[in-house]
């Protein structure tokens, strides 16, 4: 499968962005699917997840309350919608199909999988 991302930018703390990423292949509407957030000079860490019937999403603390992943598996797309963003949330965002079960005990003990990576999308958050 190949995933494209897409939607970064330059934005003021406190605004909006909306991430996207396209996938190719008719089996993504089966594929557990995550946003993974790599700041500058830090090790890639996870942001957030959802299943492939888009049943159950799962955040991590550090985004819950402002960070809402969709998928809308007509369009073979996984959404990420980013609001009240803040200067931390700045680096590249990337998206990622994963493999096995996706539960909230796989996601807080860091057990996600990854099947394929996406390219990056840069998000700058300014003060």
């Known amino acids: 499968v190949q995933l494209q991302a897409s939607g970064g930018g330059l934005v003021q703390a406190g605004g909006s962005l909306r991430l996207s990423c396209a996938a190719s292949?008719?089996?993504?509407?089966?594929?557990?699917m995550g946003w993974f957030h790599e700041a500058p000079g830090k090790d890639r860490e996870f942001a957030a997840a959802?299943?492939?019937?888009?049943?159950?999403?799962y955040y991590a603390d550090s985004v819950k309350g402002r960070f809402t992943i969709s998928k809308d598996n007509a369009k073979n797309t996984v959404y990420l919608q980013m609001n009240s963003l803040k200067p931390g949330d700045t680096g590249v965002y990337y998206c990622?199909?994963?493999?096995?079960?996706?539960?909230?005990?796989?996601?807080?003990?860091?057990?996600?999988?990854?099947?394929?990576w996406g390219q990056g999308t840069l998000v700058t958050v300014s003060s």
């Open positions: 292949g008719r089996a993504f509407r089966y594929y557990n």
């Open positions: 990622a199909s994963l493999r096995g079960a996706l539960t909230g005990e796989v996601v807080a003990e860091k057990r996600t999988i990854i099947d394929y």
């Open positions: 959802i299943t492939w019937s888009g049943g159950s999403t």
